[in-house]
Nanobody, 122 residues
């Protein structure tokens, strides 16, 4: 499956952004989906995941209560709504698809999008 992420940009602290990730192919609904992020000089880190059926969203503590992951299997798309953004949320955000639940490590995912840059100014 091929993934294409979009929606990043520059936003002030406290603002919101919505990321989208569109998957090609007919098997999108068979994959658990996740968002990861990678800040300059840091390792890629887990942000949120959602199961195949769109149930059981799972979040890293750093984004819990601020970010919401969702998916639309009819449109082969996973979303990440980001509210109350902070400067430390600045990173390239990647969507990923995999079979393990719940995967919080990058190596547990099989397919990756190209990333979209989110910059939060303080």
């Amino acid at each position: 499956v091929q993934l294409q992420a979009s929606g990043g940009g520059l936003v002030q602290a406290g603002g919101s952004l919505r990321l989208s990730c569109v998957a090609s192919g007919r098997t999108f609904s068979s994959y658990n989906m996740a968002w990861f992020r990678q800040a300059p000089g840091k390792e890629r880190e887990f942000v949120a995941a959602i199961s195949r059926s769109a149930g059981n969203p799972y979040y890293d503590d750093s984004v819990k209560g601020r970010f919401t992951i969702s998916r639309d299997n009819a449109k082969n798309t996973v979303f990440l709504q980001m509210n109350s953004l902070k400067a430390e949320d600045t990173a390239v955000y990647y969507c990923a698809a995999g079979s393990i639940w719940v995967g919080t490590r990058a190596r547990q995912y099989d397919y990756w999008g190209q990333g979209t840059l989110v910059t939060v100014s303080s």
